[in-house]
């Protein structure tokens, strides 16, 4: 069974679109999504989180994550908006920890968040509140974050196939065709 790294690199170069910018990107890329690959499969819940720029692209991971043909089983992926309608109210630390005291009373298993877009949002301070969490950081450089570039003309397309990605990703880990160790 191959390593995440090897899979990725093979997935990669599978891809029918042009998808050669992320062959040397891959070894930033394998660690963060190891990470959430092993989370999920430990039954975390992932909570989606983007910047106001992105949300088209929030609800076209949620549209699609857990579609029916997907033919798989159901993953535990929840907009953050939709479990707290009041996010861009999380203005102070007290308001944070209470925010976070009810994430973690809510999934018991554990949770993460799944954040994308600039790290230079108020959305950023909940991201960062927990280590470990999975990171699409536009136009900034965090340690154990991916990070795409905010004047890349191509940036939206990178989204799509980086999602497509993570999607045969997840498929390779549920069903064991990929070593997460």
Known sequence: MPKLLEWT???????SSDFSWMEERRYVWTPVVESLLSRLLEGQAVLL???PKRRWFEHYILDAINAPERNRP??????????FADIQGIDTSLRLTLLEDMLEITYPQGYLIWYIGEGSHA????????????LWL???EVAGSFPLRGSDPLLDSK???????????ID???YGQVDLT
């Open 74 to 83: 159901f993953l535990s992926v929840q907009s953050l908006r939709g479990v």
């Open 9 to 15: 690199l093979d997935a990669i170069r599978e891809e």
């Open 172 to 174: 390779a880990a549920l």
């Open 49 to 51: 989180l983007t910047d």
């Open 123 to 134: 959305y950023t301070k909940i991201a960062y509140q927990k280590e470990n969490n999975f």
């Open 138 to 140: 536009i136009g900034d």
């Open 159 to 169: 989204l799509l196939q980086l999602y497509r990605l993570l999607d045969r990703s």
